[in-house]
T-cell receptor, first 111, second 115 residues
Framework: QQQVKQSPQSLIVQKGGISIINCAYE??????FPWYQQFPGKGPALLIA?????SEKKEGRFTISFNKSAKQFSLHIMDSQPGDSATYFC??????????FGPGTRLSVLP | NAGVTQTPKFQVLKTGQSMTLQCAQD?????MYWYRQDPGMGLRLIYY???????DKGEVPNGYNVSRLNKREFSLRLESAAPSQTSVYFC??????????????FGPGTRLTVL
């Protein structure tokens, strides 16, 4: 079983603050590193993803930082908003393999 | 486009009953998946279908069967439901072509309770 670990398990941030969630993996063959966002009662949805040929990708307030040598990638949410309150999953993958989801990080952004 | 649709949204079964969860996608995706999500846990893969006509076991296949009816539809069957199968079930699909795995698109989920 491929191991994917996330930290922290839960996170509470004030509105306007920075939220940082980390994902560590073991399989060096992974070539696709997405973060999914899930709101209560809904299915997960892709938030942002990166491929290993770049070390960082930014989309609006969301940034992925990728550290290939450390086998880690992280999600940064700048200017966190109450609407960002959700559970976040990393799910690294490579072609021909199953997606392996991390256990999730529950983010609460206080108004 | 409706994306990924799942039926039913909610279901209550008694131990030993059977049922089929339906999933359909209208994005012309090759691959389809069934996951279960238990409280406080991530998603665990039950079965997947890399392409029409193929199915393979995932992490937790025991007690389930699947059918890839055509490219659009992928059903999950519980032959004899057990309380341990109480969970939220998600269907997903992805393009998965050209040597790269693409984003997974998820349905809204089926909330199943087995008494």
């Amino acid at each position: 079983q491929q191991q994917v670990k996330q930290s922290p398990q839960s996170l509470i941030v004030q509105k306007g603050g920075i939220s940082i969630i980390n994902c560590a993996y073991e399989n060096t063959a992974f070539d696709y590193f997405p973060w999914y966002q899930q709101f209560p009662g809904k299915g997960p949805a892709l938030l942002i993803a990166i491929r290993p040929d770049v070390s960082e990708k930014k989309e609006g307030r969301f940034t992925i930082s990728f550290n290939k040598s450390a086998k880690q990638f992280s999600l940064h949410i700048m200017d966190s908003q109450p609407g960002d309150s959700a559970t976040y999953f990393c799910a690294p993958n490579n072609y021909g393999q199953n997606f392996v989801f991390g256990p999730g990080t529950r983010l609460s952004v206080l108004p | 486009n409706a994306g990924v649709t799942q039926t039913p949204k909610f279901q209550v079964l008694k131990t030993g009953q059977s049922m089929t969860l339906q999933c359909a996608q209208d994005m012309n995706h090759n691959s389809m998946y069934w996951y279960r999500q238990d409280p406080g846990m991530g998603l665990r893969l039950i079965y997947y279908s890399a392409s029409e006509g193929t199915t393979d076991k995932g992490e937790v296949p025991n007690g389930y069967n699947v059918s890839r009816l055509n490219k659009r539809e992928f059903s999950l069957r519980l032959e004899s439901a057990a309380p341990s199968q109480t969970s939220v079930y998600f269907c997903a699909s992805s393009r998965t072509s050209g040597g790269f795995t693409d984003t997974q698109y998820f349905g809204p989920g089926t909330r199943l309770t087995v008494l």
